[in-house]
């Protein structure tokens, strides 16, 4: 079947593929600007294969998916930003009229160190229930934050010479990373009291928190992924923001013993990380539309410890041998909404700035 | 046998690159290779290395690398500051496609130096930790598992322990030491500020009075440590510090502080400018090194702490979580620590250059000499590239005798005038007649006994010697061995630095620095600025 013959980015491409056989004849490059937690997705010799089988080789650059909007996107079938706030940016641009695609997502957690979790569980920061992950009341700990409580002034924690020092959670840099803007994205939403922040007068009034969220943890980092190799080798503070996914994934490939003594705390109030695929072609589209709808990709998916959209049962079926570290159904946490890409700017900026 | 080649054409940095291989010692970097030529392009399967000095004892590993990836690492040593400077100048983009320094940390606060980095994938860790002599340790009744930097401090403001640790301006593992002590003696509970700093000058102050010891590099520091004797304890990563024990026999028992430590991570950081040949290779290569086997080679080869869980440390790196002192989120707490370390915390130097004036220095020579001293003389210069502050400074020019003394004080409130006398006395150097180098260093070494009589002997003292020629004139190196021979002990413990430069004979340079403990500088076919820079680490 003669699928298309597009121009995309100014070169023109042919493609033919047999789908009786289900083997390109020729394969059309796709070329998209993604998030860079998904490099490992996009680099993995199956899905290169899955796409293959579909006539597309898709290529990749990664990219700060906050800095996506402020990128020369020419020549890109699509971008692939891991929040919908940078992704709506992004859609103005395109010409595609169907729309962004969500194919996966994945809640930002907190990791701790069991001794970390058990101190603040019996501080009432937290609740832990053996055998499940826990639950990080995120009203309680942006309190604590907020009076530069130490882990000295908490009940359990003399017996823990790493447990010094004022309480907080590694974040990456929020001028520069994802998963460092969603954590001030969540936060602000609780210090907000409970709405998104929408305008100055909001961005205002939550800065002095979001500041100090910021302050306290000195240099940070600008991608997620250093920051938790850090903490699974044991150097570094005992609470560290990361996806779900980045623990998933090693789940699900078999590799719990990588963990040591992990414990997940989900923040009661969180924020998802959508991977959201604006397509700016019609091979873009086809590209997120196989990420949505194709069996095989949406396990593979799964195998990065992303939560497919829609259907849940992939999920599910690989989290069931890990309940112990993974909450399936999401029980006890409430999803925040984003900011917008600008308001979300100017959290960020606020909350790096010196002063 | 191959070579790797590892020597950077840029001029201004050849001289600290030529002296930069320190390590903890395993001999896997040493002696190869200062021939090679650095790898000009970028070629596929290879990539070009911007690497730590510490990280020649990996060569075993990306040896092992190469041939499981068939990825080649060509590394070219650089201080970790060098490194930032050169990341942010753009420099590093035309020559490497990747850095790996001890920790990325002080890179970010460099925002022209961040925008140009890509990924980075942390490969293994070691904590800065204090290496004490077992003697020491019965001394003080310390239990190493449960010590603190506040007993730490307290002994070395009771003039119970004395330490060497290296230079913040020059090593990382110097900046390292410097934010954990300033986090830990200021009590701040979290990330440092620049009230916290002021805080604990004080603090910081009595306990630099205890550093009997500066270096420019780990490597240098063991030696000199191992030579003197004098130093109850080192700073350094716990690496550095347990090669040190397996290398040298020195039995340092090793401590990581319970109330918190800074540790470097180890990122292999693949430049924004590396082409997509280049980015295969780091994947692949960022892969291997993260694999159990690579992970293992890596703690029981250089004693450094895994990343990957499933691997266990090396039985040798004590267990026990330590709390991580958080590195200043901003620069101007960063640059401003290091600032007061050079200007105000440390104890201050003493340090005569005596400086060859012969007839052949005379061009050239003589103006890339004055230069070089020019260039220590900006008030603008960044920590570490400037004379500092209550520094005596020395000129003691010769040819055939000692031309003249001109000795200067760096004071704070006159520092603007200090800085421009000795940048005049530079300036009005003549070149004529012969080279009495063996005369002209016991000239040397009396003044500074008799500096030490009248002003004092607490300060950081050295001797810089450059030549650019043979002795000719005065007394003879068997003269000089015994007259350094007769010295009292404590200006025996003065080194002599001296630089390679023009026609100067290395044997007999080499032979200087071994006997006074000081260390060799290359400025032959480099720049004669790099070394005077470098050799700020040992002063």
Known sequence: MALAVLLAGGIMAAVLVDR???????????????????????????????????????????????????????????????????????????????????????????????????????????????????????????????????????????????????????????????????????????????????????????????????????????????????????????LVLVYESQVASLLVRHQAGELGDLVLLYPDTTVSSDHTLVPFTGNGRRVGELLRDDPRLRQLAVRYGFRPQGDTKEFNAAAAPYTAYLNQKLTGVRQAPVPTSAVMHEIARRARDEK | MRTVPRIAAAAALAGLLLTGCTGGGSGGGSGDGQGGQRTARPQPGTLRVLAGSELSDLEPVLKAAEKATGVKVVPTYSGTLDAVQQIASGQADRSYDAVWLPSDDYLRLHPEAARRIGSETPVMTSPVALGVRPEAVRRLGWDPGKVTWAQIGQAVTEGRLTYGMTDPARSNSGYSALVGLASALSGAQSALTEQDVRHAAPALKRFFAGQKLTSGSSGWLAQAYARQGSVDALINYESVLLSLNRDSHTDLTVIRPVDGVVTADYPLTLLASAGTDQRTAYTALTRYLRSPGAQQAITRQTLRRPVVASVAPDPRLPAGRRRELPFPGSRAVADGLLDSYE?????????????????????????????????????????????????????????????????????????????????????????????????????????????????????????????????????????????????????????????????????????????????????????????????????
Do not use: C
């Open chain 1, 20 to 238: 009786d056989k289900g083997q390109s004849t020729a394969t059309t490059t796709v070329r998209g600007v993604i998030g860079s937690e998904k490099a490992d997705f996009f680099a993995d010799p199956d899905v290169v294969r899955a796409f293959a089988d579909h006539g597309l080789t898709v290529r990749t650059e990664t990219s700060g998916s906050w800095a996506m909007d402020s990128l020369d996107t020419s020549g890109y079938d699509f971008a692939f930003p891991s929040s919908s706030a940078p992704a709506d940016a992004l859609r103005s641009r395109s010409k595609d009229p169907g729309g962004p695609l969500r194919p996966f997502y994945s809640p930002l957690v907190v990791a701790a160190h069991r001794d970390a979790a058990e101190v603040l569980a019996a501080n009432g920061l937290a609740t832990l229930q053996s055998g499940q992950p826990g639950i990080l009341r995120m009203d309680a700990y942006l309190k604590a934050m907020q009076k530069n409580t130490t882990w000295q002034q908490l009940r359990g924690s003399a017996a823990h010479s790493e447990l010094t020092g004022t309480l907080f959670v590694t974040s990456t840099d929020p001028l520069s990373s994802n998963s460092g803007a969603l954590y001030l994205a969540a936060a602000s939403y609780v210090a907000n009291g409970g709405a998104v922040v929408a305008d100055s007068h909001g961005v205002a009034a939550t800065a002095p928190l979001l500041h100090k969220l910021i302050a306290v943890q000195g240099a940070q980092q600008s991608s997620s992924d250093a920051p938790f190799r850090d903490f699974l080798s044991g150097v570094g503070n005992p």
């Open chain 2, 343 to 539: 200007n105000q915390l440390r104890r201050p130097s003493r340090t005569v250059y005596v400086l060859d004036t012969s007839g052949s220095m005379d061009g050239s020579r003589l103006s890339r000499l004055k230069t070089a001293l020019a260039g220590l003389t900006g008030t603008d210069a960044a920590p570490g590239e400037r004379f500092r502050d209550r520094e005596e400074v020395t000129l003691m020019p010769f040819a055939d005798t000692v031309k003249g003394v001109l000795g200067h004080t760096v004071e704070e409130g006159r520092r603007q005038q200090a800085l421009d006398a000795i940048r005049a006395d530079a300036d009005a150097l003549r070149a004529d007649g012969g080279t009495a180098i063996y005369s002209s260093l016991q000239e040397a070494y009396r003044y500074l006994g008799q500096r030490a009589d009248e002003a004092g002997g607490d300060r950081f003292t050295s001797i810089v010697l450059m030549t650019d020629g043979e002795n000719t004139a005065g007394e003879s190196a068997d003269d000089f061995n015994a007259f350094y021979a007769a010295l009292p002990a404590d200006q025996r413990s003065v080194p002599v630095f001296p630089i390679l430069f023009g026609d100067s004979d290395r044997a007999e340079l080499q032979h200087i620095a071994d006997l006074t403990g000081g260390r060799l500088f290359d400025a032959v076919g480099s720049s004669l600025s790099g070394a005077f820079e470098e050799i700020r680490g040992y002063q």
